[in-house]
């Protein structure tokens, strides 16, 4: 019997109706002959709040107890939806990560799944019963609450797939598919029939949410048919496909954009050997991630160091670089007003010139490009983040994302 694992995401458990709804669609993919493993998330809103009571008390709060207290939003859901489908006349079960034996490395709040022991699943499936499985948690070699980072679910889903070696991986959410862009942003933008890991690896990677990096790292590691799909309404949704065929032709497949920005300046920093690892050292100690990183050659022997880190991470980076010995610099500087836009698509590897082009677009709007950074498949800026709207539309209406793309 084909085996089909479906993830449903916080607004698709969003309240006991949706639950109910939830039901009713496993049921009938159950009714077409399938074996239905389901994994989901908090409700939605859940995790924030969740998120918040911590903050309320420590700041920030013990790793280990904060994954106690986060995995607890994933438990409601299971055993609610549980119950929907029992009542709806279909036998199910659930199970917390660490029940159904979802072993993680023992980093909290963003820990890796080691290994999956599928023997109770299988069980269960064998008995004709629904497996519904809490995503976004494990537990470690010494049986310790772990999560996975924020979007863990989709990661829940998709080693659950490889695991069982499922037909196909259905990650089910509050959009029918994968979009050009961020669909609440430019309400235009297009849905991808397929779009291919490399290029999907790179938008979630550059900000696009829609699914965690992890599990698209995991999809194509291990081979899984991916496809994401709308909970609300029927549709093939986007399948995320490992070769790159003729839709993928297109010069640009996606535009991603990251809010969570922020960057450093160290203004005319004595320029010596080194300068780089000594500020970037303490930085990478203190577990902080650098992204874009830019060094320019000043007047008398200085140089101005600008990078980049999450926005969570601006003030304890703002922190060291002050606290820094041995740093002559005129000024430290910091930014936290900033976005980062990305141009994707594997179309880009063949043809030149398209970082000019969505140069004079934003230039075109007078927004101003303050970081670039490039690869062969993508092209980022940093700009100001009032004009985060009006790049990602203008990039996008400029390079035709929302027609019909015609192979080339
Ligand atoms: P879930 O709770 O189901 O996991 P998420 O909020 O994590 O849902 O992901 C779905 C959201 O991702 C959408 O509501 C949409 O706003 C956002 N998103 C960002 N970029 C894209 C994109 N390129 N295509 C589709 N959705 C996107
Ligand atoms: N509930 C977790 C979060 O909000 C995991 C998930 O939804 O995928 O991040
Ligand atoms: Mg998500």
Redesign the pocket.
């Known amino acids: 019997m084909p085996l089909i694992v479906q993830k449903y ?4 458990v969003g309240s006991t109706e949706r639950i109910m709804a939830v039901a009713k669609k496993i049921i009938a993919a159950k009714s077409q002959g399938n074996d239905i493993v389901v994994v989901v ?1 908090a409700m939605s809103g859940e995790t924030n709040r969740l998120v918040n009571l911590a903050k309320e008390i420590a700041e920030p709060p013990n790793a280990r107890e904060f994954d106690v207290l986060l995995a607890t939003g994933e438990q409601v859901t299971i055993s609610l939806l549980s119950m929907a489908l029992t009542e709806q006349g279909c036998p199910a079960r659930s199970y917390t990560g660490g029940q159904v034996s979802i072993l993680t490395d023992n980093t909290h709040n963003k820990a890796r799944i080691l290994e999956i022991n599928d023997q109770k699943i299988r069980n269960d499936l064998n008995q004709g019963k629904v497996v519904v499985v809490a995503g976004f948690q494990g537990v470690d070699a010494d049986n310790n609450i772990t999560t996975l980072g924020r ?1 863990g679910s ?1 990661t829940t889903a998709v080693a659950l797939a490889a695991a069982l070696k499922a037909d196909e991986c259905q990650i089910y ?3 029918d598919g ?2 050009t ?4 942003v430019v309400p235009d933008a297009r849905r991808l029939e397929q779009i291919c890991f490399e290029e999907m690896l790179e ?1 979630a990677s550059l900000g ?3 699914l965690q990096i992890r599990s698209v790292e995991f999809a194509s590691k291990y081979n899984v048919p991916l496809r994401v799909l709308s909970s609300f309404e029927d549709g093939p949704g986007t399948l995320i496909t490992m070769e790159n065929n003729k839709m993928e032709k297109a010069l640009i497949s ?1 535009i991603a954009f990251s809010r969570d920005e922020a960057k450093l300046t160290l203004v005319g920093v004595k320029d010596r050997p080194g300068i780089a690892a000594h500020i970037l050292t303490p930085i990478s100690e203190a577990n902080v991630e650098v992204d874009m990183i830019i060094q320019n050659k000043g007047e008398n022997n200085t140089t101005d160091f600008t990078f980049t880190v999450h926005r969570n991470d601006y003030t304890k980076a703002l922190n060291i670089l002050n606290d820094l010995k041995e740093l002559e610099t005129k000024e430290i500087l910091g930014d936290d007003k900033i976005v980062k836009i990305s141009l994707v698509g594997v179309g880009m590897r063949s043809h030149a010139g398209i970082a000019t082009t969505m140069f004079r677009i934003l230039a075109d709007e007078g927004i101003n490009i303050q970081m670039i950074s490039t690869s062969e498949i993508k092209i980022s800026v940093i700009i100001n983040e009032k004009y985060l709207e009006l790049g990602v539309r203008s990039l996008h209406t400029a390079f035709g994302l929302e027609e019909a793309q015609k192979p080339a």
Do not use: I
């Open positions: 995401g916080g607004t698709s998330s979007g989709d959410t509050d959009v994968v979009y862009t961020d669909p609440r938008m696009s949410k829609v996606g």
